[in-house]
């Protein structure tokens, strides 16, 4: 039996940022992730100015892929807004590996199946065991499964599905577009470029929404690769092999901690209401996981912002878009 002071079920940006704090201020913790790292994580890459501050990043000393797009490019039903608010890109299996090793946590290759409580400390299938348990494992996490779902049951009127695919491309274009409501999308389309030669691109749209409508996200990745190539913004990529995925945007967040167990991250549905960012709410919110097991303080995510655009109006109308009909498409249905 591995014993310890924390145990955290998840490698990603909110596990890593918790065992960060955590070990800095000379706590065991003992991540545990299904993945050994660097793992393929699917994910557009980008991360906001807040998510460098949170993290205390200087670019320059991050020894990989790092882009900066002064500009963001959206397409709106035949309109164009140019915003110039920089923003970066990195490539995640990077990413995600640099974060875990920084934390200095150890880190165990382990497929979590069983989580029990025995004699006021949490143990992890009979192998691992601590008076602390963080779940940020992410839209599946196991310690939502067994403690959370039951009392904080996440909205099938959140849940966006996404299809994306990152590869070797020599793009021309350094800004970031966006292409939202395409074609009736609930959602939106990006190109987003990467340093050294890469390119992520993908589609992501609310769920029920394309269920009520009888389409699927394949048929809008089609659409986007079709407007890409109109633009001269995909020239000849080759054979593109996109994956899907599904995450849930910000909901009630009220349960998130029970006796000492916490969850983080995707695990607690934390993606923007808008743009469906995940980075940073998941590096805040594992950080606070950490301050409330050090300190005692309450866990709360009151403050943790539901939204990316620091814009009221884009803010408005995109969670009307993406979070209003979806609710109205779930009570419709029959």
Request: one cysteine or more; glycine letters at 10%; hydrophobic letters at 40%.
């Amino acid at each position: 039996m591995r014993d310890c002071d924390v145990i955290v079920v998840g490698g990603g940006p909110a596990g890593a940022a918790c065992a960060a704090r955590l070990v800095a201020a000379g706590r065991d913790a003992v991540v545990l992730d299904r993945a050994e790292f660097p793992r393929l994580k699917l994910c557009a890459g980008w991360i906001t100015p807040e998510v460098l501050a949170d993290l205390g990043m200087n670019p320059g000393d991050y020894p990989h892929r790092f882009n900066t797009f002064s500009e963001i490019v959206a397409h709106v039903k035949g309109l164009t807004f140019k915003l110039r608010d920089p923003q970066h890109s990195i490539r995640r299996f990077e990413f995600d590996a640099w974060l875990l090793a920084r934390s200095g946590a150890e880190v165990v290759v382990h497929r979590v199946r069983d989580i029990a409580r025995e004699g006021g400390a949490y143990v992890v299938d009979g192998a691992f065991r601590a008076p602390y348990l963080v779940g940020a494992g992410g839209t599946r996490c196991p310690v939502y499964r067994t403690l959370f779902r039951a009392v904080n049951p996440k909205a099938k009127s959140l849940q966006a599905a996404t299809m994306e695919h990152e590869f070797p491309y020599q793009w021309h274009d350094p800004r970031c577009h966006l292409w939202f409501l395409e074609k009736g999308l609930p959602g939106y389309g990006w190109y987003v470029p990467k340093a050294d030669g890469y390119l992520n691109i993908g589609v992501g749209g609310m769920a029920e929404q394309l269920k009520r409508r009888g389409t699927d996200i394949k048929h809008y990745w089609r659409v986007l690769l079709a407007r890409l190539s109109t633009r001269g913004l995909l020239r000849s990529p080759g054979q593109l092999a996109p994956k899907g995925y599904s995450y849930y945007l910000r909901g009630d967040v009220s349960t998130v901690r029970m006796d000492n167990a916490y969850i983080a991250g995707d695990a607690a549905g934390l993606a923007t209401r808008d743009l469906c960012e995940g980075i940073g709410p998941a590096v805040r919110s594992g950080q606070r996981v950490a301050e409330s097991i050090l300190n005692g303080s309450p866990y709360r995510l009151d403050d943790i912002h539901a939204y990316s655009s620091s814009h009221p109006l884009v803010r408005r109308a995109l969670e009307y878009l993406f979070v209003a009909r979806s609710e109205r498409a779930v009570h419709r249905r029959p």
